[in-house]
Protein backbone atom coordinates (compact mmCIF):
# COMPACT_ATOMS: atom_id res chain seq x y z
CA UNK A 1 0.00 0.00 0.00
CA UNK A 2 0.93 3.73 -0.72
CA UNK A 3 0.01 6.81 0.68
CA UNK A 4 0.67 10.45 1.21
CA UNK A 5 0.22 13.08 3.54
CA UNK A 6 0.24 16.59 3.05
CA UNK A 7 0.97 19.10 6.11
CA UNK A 8 -0.59 21.98 5.74
CA UNK A 9 -3.85 22.18 4.00
CA UNK A 10 -3.01 26.13 3.23
CA UNK A 11 0.18 28.07 3.08
CA UNK A 12 0.66 31.83 2.84
CA UNK A 13 4.02 33.33 2.17
CA UNK A 14 4.89 36.94 0.80
CA UNK A 15 6.37 37.29 -2.35
CA UNK A 16 9.64 37.02 -2.49
CA UNK A 17 9.66 34.54 0.60
CA UNK A 18 10.84 30.72 0.77
CA UNK A 19 7.99 28.56 -0.25
CA UNK A 20 8.14 25.09 1.29
CA UNK A 21 5.30 22.65 0.89
CA UNK A 22 5.76 19.45 2.88
CA UNK A 23 5.23 15.88 1.93
CA UNK A 24 5.60 12.93 3.33
CA UNK A 25 4.94 9.36 1.91
CA UNK A 26 4.50 5.66 2.86
CA UNK A 27 5.37 3.07 0.48
CA UNK A 28 6.03 -0.67 0.65
CA UNK A 29 8.27 -0.50 -2.17
CA UNK A 30 10.87 2.32 -3.44
CA UNK A 31 8.87 4.85 -4.53
CA UNK A 32 8.20 7.13 -7.82
CA UNK A 33 7.40 10.98 -6.19
CA UNK A 34 6.06 13.53 -7.90
CA UNK A 35 4.64 16.84 -7.52
CA UNK A 36 1.74 18.57 -9.36
CA UNK A 37 0.23 21.86 -9.67
CA UNK A 38 -3.22 23.10 -10.25
CA UNK A 39 -4.29 26.33 -11.17
CA UNK A 40 -8.15 27.48 -10.20
CA UNK A 41 -10.57 25.88 -13.06
CA UNK A 42 -7.47 23.75 -14.95
CA UNK A 43 -5.96 20.10 -14.88
CA UNK A 44 -2.81 19.30 -13.07
CA UNK A 45 0.47 20.48 -14.46
CA UNK A 46 3.77 18.44 -13.52
CA UNK A 47 6.47 20.65 -11.39
CA UNK A 48 8.44 17.34 -11.22
CA UNK A 49 9.43 13.40 -10.49
CA UNK A 50 11.66 11.61 -8.79
CA UNK A 51 12.80 8.24 -10.06
CA UNK A 52 15.62 7.05 -8.16
CA UNK A 53 17.66 8.71 -9.69
CA UNK A 54 19.25 11.89 -8.23
CA UNK A 55 17.54 12.40 -4.69
CA UNK A 56 17.57 16.41 -5.78
CA UNK A 57 15.18 16.90 -8.27
CA UNK A 58 14.63 20.23 -10.11
CA UNK A 59 11.96 21.46 -11.70
CA UNK A 60 10.00 23.79 -13.66
CA UNK A 61 9.08 27.59 -12.33
CA UNK A 62 12.11 27.41 -10.09
CA UNK A 63 10.92 24.50 -8.06
CA UNK A 64 12.64 22.01 -6.57
CA UNK A 65 12.33 18.81 -4.07
CA UNK A 66 14.51 16.83 -2.25
CA UNK A 67 13.73 13.19 -1.56
CA UNK A 68 15.05 11.72 2.13
CA UNK A 69 14.67 7.97 2.20
CA UNK A 70 15.28 8.32 6.03
CA UNK A 71 12.23 10.98 6.72
CA UNK A 72 10.13 9.45 4.28
CA UNK A 73 9.69 12.80 3.00
CA UNK A 74 9.51 15.14 -0.47
CA UNK A 75 8.94 18.32 0.18
CA UNK A 76 8.80 20.77 -2.24
CA UNK A 77 10.36 24.57 -2.22
CA UNK A 78 11.45 27.50 -4.31
CA UNK A 79 14.08 30.12 -2.64
CA UNK A 80 11.91 33.44 -3.98
CA UNK A 81 7.74 33.06 -4.38
CA UNK A 82 6.10 34.88 -6.99
CA UNK A 83 2.59 35.72 -7.22
CA UNK A 84 2.00 33.16 -10.18
CA UNK A 85 2.41 30.71 -8.02
CA UNK A 86 -0.34 30.90 -6.24
CA UNK A 87 -2.25 27.64 -6.88
CA UNK A 88 -2.96 24.11 -5.07
CA UNK A 89 -0.11 22.01 -5.24
CA UNK A 90 0.02 18.06 -5.00
CA UNK A 91 2.55 15.33 -3.86
CA UNK A 92 1.83 11.82 -5.33
CA UNK A 93 3.17 8.79 -4.86
CA UNK A 94 3.83 6.05 -7.51
CA UNK A 95 4.99 2.42 -7.97
CA UNK A 96 4.60 -0.18 -10.94
CA UNK A 97 1.04 -0.09 -10.48
CA UNK A 98 -0.84 3.35 -9.79
CA UNK A 99 -0.18 6.65 -8.09
CA UNK A 100 -2.19 8.06 -4.98
CA UNK A 101 -2.18 11.82 -4.09
CA UNK A 102 -1.82 13.79 -0.77
CA UNK A 103 -4.92 16.00 0.18
CA UNK A 104 -3.28 19.14 -2.11
CA UNK A 105 -1.72 22.41 -0.35
CA UNK A 106 -3.61 25.57 -1.45
CA UNK A 107 -0.17 27.73 -1.94
CA UNK A 108 -1.09 31.79 -1.45
CA UNK A 109 1.02 34.35 -2.18
CA UNK A 110 0.29 38.06 -0.78
CA UNK A 111 2.19 40.91 -2.37
CA UNK B 1 1.93 14.75 -29.27
CA UNK B 2 -1.49 16.26 -28.31
CA UNK B 3 -1.55 15.00 -24.78
CA UNK B 4 -4.31 13.13 -23.29
CA UNK B 5 -7.47 14.49 -25.05
CA UNK B 6 -10.77 14.09 -22.43
CA UNK B 7 -14.26 15.09 -24.10
CA UNK B 8 -16.72 16.78 -23.18
CA UNK B 9 -14.86 19.41 -21.02
CA UNK B 10 -18.17 20.01 -19.82
CA UNK B 11 -21.68 18.46 -18.71
CA UNK B 12 -24.47 19.53 -17.58
CA UNK B 13 -27.31 16.64 -17.03
CA UNK B 14 -30.74 15.48 -15.17
CA UNK B 15 -30.32 13.08 -12.39
CA UNK B 16 -31.04 9.72 -13.51
CA UNK B 17 -29.41 10.14 -16.99
CA UNK B 18 -26.87 8.16 -18.52
CA UNK B 19 -23.27 10.15 -18.54
CA UNK B 20 -20.39 8.98 -20.35
CA UNK B 21 -16.93 10.60 -20.29
CA UNK B 22 -14.36 10.22 -22.84
CA UNK B 23 -10.30 9.51 -22.99
CA UNK B 24 -7.88 9.25 -25.46
CA UNK B 25 -4.30 8.65 -23.92
CA UNK B 26 -1.22 9.33 -25.34
CA UNK B 27 0.13 7.45 -28.46
CA UNK B 28 2.38 4.20 -27.13
CA UNK B 29 1.23 4.87 -23.51
CA UNK B 30 0.55 1.50 -21.89
CA UNK B 31 -1.74 2.08 -18.69
CA UNK B 32 -4.98 4.44 -17.99
CA UNK B 33 -6.36 5.70 -14.92
CA UNK B 34 -9.37 7.90 -14.17
CA UNK B 35 -9.40 10.03 -11.12
CA UNK B 36 -12.18 11.86 -9.53
CA UNK B 37 -11.97 15.12 -7.48
CA UNK B 38 -14.18 16.40 -5.52
CA UNK B 39 -13.51 19.72 -2.19
CA UNK B 40 -14.58 16.72 0.33
CA UNK B 41 -12.75 13.78 -0.92
CA UNK B 42 -9.68 15.18 -3.16
CA UNK B 43 -8.49 13.31 -6.02
CA UNK B 44 -8.99 9.87 -6.04
CA UNK B 45 -8.37 6.89 -8.68
CA UNK B 46 -11.46 4.97 -9.73
CA UNK B 47 -9.85 2.58 -12.32
CA UNK B 48 -6.67 1.79 -13.70
CA UNK B 49 -5.95 -0.46 -17.18
CA UNK B 50 -2.98 -1.53 -18.32
CA UNK B 51 -2.88 -2.50 -21.93
CA UNK B 52 -6.63 -2.82 -21.60
CA UNK B 53 -7.46 -4.74 -19.23
CA UNK B 54 -8.68 -3.62 -15.97
CA UNK B 55 -6.37 -3.92 -12.82
CA UNK B 56 -8.12 -1.95 -10.05
CA UNK B 57 -11.32 -1.32 -9.66
CA UNK B 58 -12.10 -0.98 -6.25
CA UNK B 59 -11.98 3.06 -6.17
CA UNK B 60 -15.34 2.90 -8.08
CA UNK B 61 -17.55 4.36 -5.85
CA UNK B 62 -20.72 2.02 -6.81
CA UNK B 63 -22.06 -0.38 -9.82
CA UNK B 64 -23.78 2.51 -11.58
CA UNK B 65 -19.57 3.27 -12.84
CA UNK B 66 -18.44 1.72 -14.98
CA UNK B 67 -15.62 1.70 -17.02
CA UNK B 68 -14.34 0.37 -20.54
CA UNK B 69 -11.06 0.27 -22.96
CA UNK B 70 -11.61 -1.68 -26.00
CA UNK B 71 -8.45 -0.51 -27.64
CA UNK B 72 -5.42 1.09 -26.86
CA UNK B 73 -6.43 4.48 -28.12
CA UNK B 74 -9.54 4.84 -26.37
CA UNK B 75 -11.52 4.65 -22.94
CA UNK B 76 -15.06 5.68 -21.46
CA UNK B 77 -16.41 6.17 -17.71
CA UNK B 78 -19.67 5.86 -17.68
CA UNK B 79 -22.55 6.45 -15.06
CA UNK B 80 -25.87 5.04 -14.78
CA UNK B 81 -27.84 6.83 -13.62
CA UNK B 82 -26.05 9.67 -12.32
CA UNK B 83 -27.23 11.39 -8.94
CA UNK B 84 -25.92 14.92 -8.22
CA UNK B 85 -23.33 13.27 -5.63
CA UNK B 86 -21.77 12.58 -8.63
CA UNK B 87 -20.80 15.98 -9.36
CA UNK B 88 -17.23 16.70 -10.00
CA UNK B 89 -14.11 16.76 -12.01
CA UNK B 90 -13.31 13.48 -13.94
CA UNK B 91 -9.36 13.07 -14.74
CA UNK B 92 -7.92 11.09 -17.49
CA UNK B 93 -4.42 10.15 -17.25
CA UNK B 94 -1.70 7.91 -19.08
CA UNK B 95 1.45 6.49 -18.50
CA UNK B 96 4.72 4.76 -19.87
CA UNK B 97 5.75 1.74 -18.90
CA UNK B 98 9.51 2.95 -19.80
CA UNK B 99 11.48 3.58 -17.26
CA UNK B 100 13.83 6.31 -18.65
CA UNK B 101 10.29 8.20 -19.18
CA UNK B 102 8.38 7.37 -16.51
CA UNK B 103 5.66 10.02 -15.42
CA UNK B 104 1.53 10.40 -15.61
CA UNK B 105 0.31 12.98 -18.58
CA UNK B 106 -3.32 14.13 -17.62
CA UNK B 107 -6.20 15.08 -19.82
CA UNK B 108 -7.84 18.28 -18.76
CA UNK B 109 -10.87 16.61 -17.59
CA UNK B 110 -14.04 16.69 -17.51
CA UNK B 111 -16.24 18.99 -15.25
CA UNK B 112 -19.45 17.32 -14.89
CA UNK B 113 -22.43 18.72 -12.88
CA UNK B 114 -25.76 16.66 -12.45
CA UNK B 115 -28.59 18.68 -11.33
Known amino acids: AQSVTQLGSHVSVSEGALVLLRCNYSSSVPPYLFWYVQYPNQGLQLLLK??????LVKGINGFEAEFKKSETSFHLTKPSAHMSDAAEYFC?????????FGAGTRLTVKP | DAGVIQSPRHEVTEMGQEVTLRCKPI?????LFWYRQTMMRGLELLIY????????DSGMPEDRFSAKMPNASFSTLKIQPSEPRDSAVYFC?????????????FGSGTRLTVV
Open chain 1, 92 to 100: AVGNNNDMR
Open chain 2, 93 to 105: ASRTWDRSNYGYT
Open chain 2, 49 to 56: FNNNVPID
Open chain 2, 27 to 31: SGHNS
Open chain 1, 50 to 55: YTSAAT
